[in-house]
């Protein structure tokens, strides 16, 4: 058996790829997910694994993990049956030219446009949060089951920019809506924080932590974490046009937390291997990555805000390709040494 942690990145629409690589680990039933660490999408994909494989009882229920999953992204795309729009998406146009149809889209162009001159505080009653309707029918008793997988979900405060983990109990509807809260989208979500006695106010996770991968450093869980990211890490070209530079913008600002707790594994890595510092005395995470940044790079921010079910349909089985790729050439790794090249990465 192998044991892992899961650190699932933040990104709208494009946590379908995630989904994806969930469904095909679900299959291989020699691997156990022993943590979760999401933000964003990644805390509702988290949050619908969590709540299905502890249905049996014992934390191994795959079935109901990967059935939760489907019903999860149905929601999100506004249709009843994700099958059909599979069938259908082999046809549709490439999906780089269905990113910029997606982007060239009047309603996309309101969104962004209302996005930047109107807050939404300024809707009054008019104002509602659509992914509401989704998170609050969410098994919180399972999700929050001391049984299966740890689940840690991250949002950012607002009033002093540090992060949020939430865990056990402390996980509900606010909390995975204040993981996803996009500010120029959506109203901050209020939540008590018992550590200062307020009532404090939380945007996004990804801002400060996408995923976190620290609260997956506890002695009992696995040193292993494999990271679902969605967001391109590189791109070749200088963007350009306006819509490109946003893009751009939009993952360096939602990569820059992780690429900071990767460089400091890898300073804690440099420091053991320098005999400077025990290995006993400190958690030394092997780290993994499941990715497709040749796909993720044919998309763009209209992408991630519209969930187009074309789109869904292709980055589940993007997501699926990409995690079957790993298994079959990391599976082995897994417990025995890191796959991620930090060394290349921060070099």
């Not at 991630?304 to 079959?328: C, N, Q």
């Amino acid at each position: 058996m192998k044991r892992i942690n899961l650190a699932l990145q933040g990104g709208g629409a494009h946590g379908a790829f995630t989904w994806g690589v969930l469904d095909r680990l679900l299959e291989d039933e020699e691997i156990e997910i022993a943590g979760i660490s999401g933000t964003s999408a990644g805390a509702l994909n988290g949050a619908a694994l969590k709540a299905g494989l502890v249905s049996d009882g014992k934390g191994n229920d795959r079935d109901a993990a990967r059935a939760n999953l489907n019903w999860l992204w149905q929601q999100v795309a506004g249709v009843q049956d994700l099958r059909l729009t599979h069938w259908f998406a082999p046809f549709a146009p490439p999906t780089e030219i269905y990113a910029q149809v997606v982007e060239s889209s009047p309603l996309y162009g309101l969104m962004d446009m209302a996005s930047r001159m109107v807050s939404p505080y300024d809707y009054g009653v008019l104002y509602s949060n659509p992914l509401e309707r989704v998170v609050e029918r969410f098994e919180y008793d399972k999700v929050c089951a001391h049984t299966g997988p740890a689940f840690f979900v991250s949002a950012t405060n607002v009033r002093t920019g540090k992060i949020r983990v939430f865990s056990g109990d402390e996980i509900g509807t606010e909390a995975i809506l204040a993981s996803g809260c996009l500010p120029t989208i959506f109203k901050a979500v209020e939540i008590h924080d018992p550590k200062t006695g307020q009532i404090e106010a939380y945007w996004d996770g990804g801002y400060t932590g996408n995923p976190a991968l620290f609260p997956m450093f506890r002695r009992d869980l696995p040193a292993d974490i494999v990271i679902v990211n969605i967001n391109p890490l590189s791109r070749p070209e200088v963007p350009r046009s306006a819509i490109d530079i946003h893009n751009r913008v939009n993952e360096i600002s939602f990569n820059s937390s992780l690429f900071r707790e990767l460089r400091a594994i890898q300073f804690v890595h440099d420091l053991i291997a320098q005999g400077i510092m025990d290995a006993a005395q400190m958690r030394n995470p092997l780290l993994h990555m499941i990715a497709d940044d040749d796909f993720m790079r044919d998309l763009s921010v209209a992408t991630k805000i519209i969930p187009s079910p074309v789109i869904l349909s292709r980055l589940k089985e993007a997501g699926r390709g990409a995690a079957d790729r790993f298994l079959t050439v990391h599976k082995a790794d897994l417990n025995e040494r890191e796959t991620v090249d930090l060394q290349a990465m921060f070099g």
